[in-house]
């Protein structure tokens, strides 16, 4: 948890240094827009899936592409960026709760001339998790049958995609996916984080525009 | 590109259904979960068995800290289903249990109005008419607290069964400490694992007192000698379970056994409630693995303040003569109902047959 603290902190220390000269550099806007399903395991015996979703929207705060000369002269852009994304999600664990989540990861996003990237996420958040079966509530002696009842949490989480942006080769198609894990980790549960691995597998939409 | 997409839209929908299947309880059966908020907790109430029954039993756990859905794991209460409702339920903090409950809600008296509400809720929403509750380990202390602390609430139940039940935590641990020292005594005098046991006898030297803190290094002794499970050859029925978070069940043993008391203190020094027992007049049955060397039965040699935790109950409950039973389960330790669950189901059937 302190070195996932630690890494969102260099990343944002490394925009405030580089960033003004970057921001130069740059010469389209480009908004990612992400869907993903992703599944949160439980590493019990049996190892148990719940399946979810998430949407997130990718703001560049930065780009500082590496420039690379072939021989013929073509030139080869590797795009090192920094993204803030604002999130929204939720997985469902049967009879137990679902979990809304909504919250902003830092992402640092590595694309080569292939259109291959990878990127490393960190991020925070509110989770709202709302108990998954029928709840009486128990008051002077009667019960009451209440819906969307739960409890608040709040989560942080981090996260490694790997995935292919096809508009780097070609801006016509404007589309990428991404496959990746992480962990996020919620609180309080007894006074105490409970911790969640989990899987996606998403699709990109990616929105370029020149900047004059 | 459009074979791209739709592989990964594929592979998308197959991980989003893929999560546990719902055991179909089957004909004239239900099995279904609710939720029961009080005091600001939403306490997991699982209700299953059969459907057309206004019989129902509470199953209250042990650990503390434990859960009643793993009860169904066992053939001792899962056969109770075809004929009764079983009512699993978990405390506040523990199994199941999600939340964040303050420090000052982990008590015995607050359980006890968590236990309530569960009776009410099995009376009232679940319809059960006659209604019998059951303490294992922990939860034996649970309901014996429940019982004596208002009389009232025995009104509520046609039956009381207990079951190798932690009515007198400090004597009952007591006498395990003794029960583990004899076995190391006698393993050392037959030199098996001697150095091992030597350690052990290091450690009860260390510790004159089982309390929270030492509570799992006396485990671990104490499992080595199957003195919490002494017959491990047993059929486990399988059990669909709600997609529990595995991290947090397992935590919460630790949480609440280290923060709950009664009357402000740890239960580990301060629950006996052997003078409270003469107010159960419930019908009752006493159910006790013969081998628990957790919470022993019977005296232990070498135990100076004599506790034998069934032998104690028997003599001091104020139940009438002719409703209080005992049957102790010669092959078993501190958890009969899965390691001789058939004749713990017949046994229990009949008791509840006769009060329901």
């Known amino acids: 948890m302190y070195k996932q603290l630690q890494l969102a902190l260099l990343l944002g220390w490394a925009f405030l240094v580089t960033g003004p000269e970057l921001s130069a550099q740059t010469e389209q806007s480009k908004l990612p827009i992400q869907v993903s399903a992703i599944t949160d395991l439980d590493l019990g015996d049996p190892i148990s899936f719940s399946p979810g979703m998430m949407v997130d929207a990718g703001i560049r705060l930065m780009n500082k592409p590496k420039i690379k000369n072939k021989i013929n002269s073509v030139q080869s852009v590797r795009d090192r960026e920094i993204y803030l994304k604002p999130f929204v999600g939720f997985y469902k664990r049967e009879d137990y709760h679902t979990a809304l989540m909504l919250g902003s990861d830092i992402t640092y996003r590595a694309t080569y001339p292939s259109g291959i990237f990878w990127d490393m996420n960190v991020g925070a958040g509110y989770m709202h998790l709302f108990y998954n079966a029928p709840v009486y509530v128990y008051d002077n002696g009667s019960f009451t049958q209440k819906k969307f009842q739960g409890y608040a949490n709040v989560v942080v989480k981090g996260a490694i995609n790997l995935g292919v942006d096809l508009s780097k080769k070609n801006e016509n198609i404007p589309l990428g996916f991404y496959v990746g894990g992480g962990m996020f980790f919620r609180y309080p549960n007894n006074d105490y984080w409970v911790k969640h691995p989990y899987l996606q597998l998403g699709l990109m939409y990616v929105i370029k525009k020149d900047k004059k | ?356």
Request: a neutral charge; aromatic letters at 12%; one cysteine or more.
């Open chain 2, 1 to 356: 590109m459009r074979k791209w997409i739709f592989n990964i839209l594929m592979l998308a929908s197959v991980i989003v259904t893929a999560c546990s299947k719902y055991e179909d309880p089957g004909a004239g059966q239900v099995d279904q979960q609710y939720f029961v908020k009080t005091d600001g907790i939403a306490l997991p109430v699982r209700v299953a068995g059969k459907e057309s029954s206004d019989v129902a039993i509470i199953m209250t756990h042990g650990g503390p800290g434990g859960s009643s859905q793993s009860f169904r794991l066992t053939s001792g209460i899962r056969n109770l289903e075809p004929n009764f409702k079983v009512i699993y339920w978990d405390q506040r903090g523990s199994g199941m249990t999600q939340g964040n409950p303050s420090k000052d809600q982990i008590t015995i008296e607050q359980y006890a109005k968590d236990l309530d509400a569960v009776v009410e809720f099995t009376r009232q929403v679940i319809g059960a008419k006659s209604i019998f509750l059951l303490g294992h380990s922990w939860g034996g202390g649970l309901t014996a607290y429940y019982l004596t602390e208002d009389v009232s609430r025995q009104a509520k139940l046609k039956g009381y069964i207990i079951v190798c039940g932690a009515y007198n935590v400090p004597g009952g641990l007591g006498a395990s400490r003794q029960w583990v020292i004899n076995g190391a005594n006698a393993s050392i005098l037959l030199n098996k694992d001697a150095d091992y046991w030597r350690k052990a006898l290091q450690f009860y030297n260390s510790n004159p007192q089982v309390i929270a803190d030492n509570f799992v290094d006396h485990a671990t002794y104490l499992n080595k000698l199957k003195g919490a499970v002494y017959n491990s050859n047993f059929e486990r029925p399988k059990s669909y379970f709600p997609a529990f978070e595995t991290v947090a069940f397992l935590n919460n043993p630790f949480f609440v056994g280290h923060n709950i008391t009664v009357k402000g203190e740890s239960i580990y020094t301060a629950l006996d409630l052997s003078a409270e027992l003469n107010k159960i007049k419930l019908p009752t049955f006493v159910m006790w693995g013969e081998r628990d060397g957790l919470l022993p039965p019977h005296k232990v040699p070498g135990h100076a303040a004599g506790t034998a935790l069934a032998d104690d109950f028997l003599r001091l409950a104020g139940v009438p003569e002719g409703d209080l039973y005992y049957m102790g389960y010669a092959n078993s330790a501190h958890e009969p109902m899965a390691e001789e669950g058939p004749k713990f189901a017949v046994d229990l059937t009949n008791f509840m047959n006769k009060y329901k």
